[in-house]
């Protein structure tokens, strides 16, 4: 078109978005989930995953949207669709969490020479150290950009709202500073404190969510794998089941159906063979699994553990035991089941009751409950944790017993950016799934 709709570039950026943090393959490596039938990704069958269709999809649009509005041809005609500062702000926060998502998989990614087009079909690999410095000043500047013009048209997730985006923009700067707490301490307290001082999700209604709708093209995953194509993949495992029904938490009927026999039980981890049929295990709950159902992309109850996280690690000043509480009220909230008499006989359990010898893992274990169905963070969670401790399949496909740390490079690497690839696995390590991305330390 002579003028592009930069409002349906948007929307169309934006349909990725529940699946990057729906992707089931994360929520098998930490046990939220297991295969049924074909025990195949509970077993780290597959190596390589194809990144591809983000830089050519989601982040090509984004990238777009920003040229268009800095373009002095196109920047008025492009300003019906929102001021060009605030379209500037929406479209570079976006693409910050994409590329976020996406270096927190792969490690090293092409970042500062990619979406350049035909001016260079072989960007380099920036380091993952390199990806993050610059994504916490991306953030930070394009939350500054926002100004009081028109409102972003085309924006399915926060409908155009300014104080939204920039809630969500310095939420994520506070788990990336988080991320990179034993690889570079001095820099993620920094960039904690100056996330929270700009101002982060303050409420479970403030909870960021993905909303599908009631239509084929743009429905829950899961009621695409239940329902639509009848296939019923995934129930919840046992080490999930088994953890919640040893604490009695609340949280569990929002997450799961009880079994055909009338009640809950996981699935066996990566036990091949087949251990039985979908309807002798609980899938996840009906009520969460609609066509038209949210998915949850970033959590009050996520900011409240990472404050409680940051008063343990002496990055500021609070008390640890009342946000970890508070985190596990806020999921509770989150999850629509919270009672004021349950919440305080569940966190005065033994297992539950804040311990300041054991804060680490209890608050790395009650986020991997509050992150359920959001894999990717949660498997970003636990390689930095090391919680819950998880015990990997018994009989991997891929020869190695050890829960995967990474995802190999695509093919298309190997094949059209050799020289570049050659550089990437000699700095960061094998392509394979284990060699550890950069803020993935012991």
């Not at 999921?331 to 539950?352: L, T």
């Amino acid at each position: 078109p002579s003028i592009p709709n930069s409002a349906n570039l948007l929307t169309g950026a934006m349909r990725r978005v529940g699946e990057v943090v729906t992707d089931i393959v994360p929520a098998l490596y930490v046990q939220q989930f297991g295969d049924v039938t074909y025990i195949d990704e509970s077993r780290y069958k597959t190596a390589i995953f194809n990144y591809n269709v983000y830089y050519q999809v989601p982040l090509v649009s984004l990238q777009h949207i920003i040229e268009l509005n800095k373009n002095d041809a196109t920047k008025n005609d492009i300003a019906l669709s929102g001021s060009n500062n605030n379209q500037l702000a929406v479209a570079r926060i976006l693409k910050a969490f994409y590329f976020l998502w996406m270096t927190d998989r792969w490690g090293d990614i092409p970042y500062s020479e990619a979406l350049s087009g035909s001016a260079n079909f072989t960007p380099k690999f920036d380091s993952q150290a390199d990806v993050y410095r610059e994504l916490f000043k991306e953030l930070k500047e394009a939350a500054a950009l926002f100004d009081s013009g028109k409102a972003v048209q085309g924006d399915v997730l926060f409908n155009g709202s300014a104080v939204k985006w920039k809630g969500f923009a310095n939420s994520l700067r506070v788990l990336m500073a988080l991320r990179i707490s034993k690889v570079d301490p001095a820099t993620g307290k920094k960039e904690f404190v100056a996330a929270l001082a700009d101002g982060v999700l303050k409420a479970t209604s403030e909870n960021v969510q993905y909303k599908y709708i009631a239509e084929a093209a743009n429905e829950h995953p899961l009621y695409n794998n239940y329902i639509t194509r009848n296939r019923k993949d995934y129930a919840l495992s046992n080490t999930f089941i088994d953890y919640l029904l040893s604490v009695n938490d609340p949280r569990l009927p929002a997450m799961a159906d009880k079994n055909q026999l009338g009640v809950y039980k996981g699935v066996p981890y990566g036990i091949f063979p087949a251990q039985g049929k979908p309807e002798d295990f609980s899938l996840a709950a009906t009520s969460m699994r609609q066509q038209s159902s949210a998915v949850n992309v970033l959590s009050y109850a996520q900011i409240l553990f990472a404050k409680a996280e940051a008063v343990t690690l002496g990055w500021i000043d609070g008390d640890a035991k009342a946000f970890y509480e508070e985190a596990i009220k806020s999921s509770m909230e989150q999850w629509g089941v919270f009672n004021a008499s349950a919440f305080s006989a569940y966190i005065a359990q033994p297992k539950i009751a804040f311990k300041n010898d054991k804060a680490l893992e209890q608050i790395a274990t009650q986020r991997w409950v509050a992150l359920f169905y959001q894999g990717s963070e949660a498997w970003a969670e636990w390689r930095r944790t090391g919680y819950p401790v998880l015990i990997p399949a018994q009989v991997p496909l891929n020869g190695v017993a050890e829960i995967p740390r990474r995802m190999a490079y695509p093919v298309t690497e190997v094949s059209l950016n050799e020289i570049h690839y050659k550089e990437v696995i000699a700095r960061q390590g094998k392509d394979d799934q284990y060699s550890r991305i950069w803020w993935d330390k012991k």
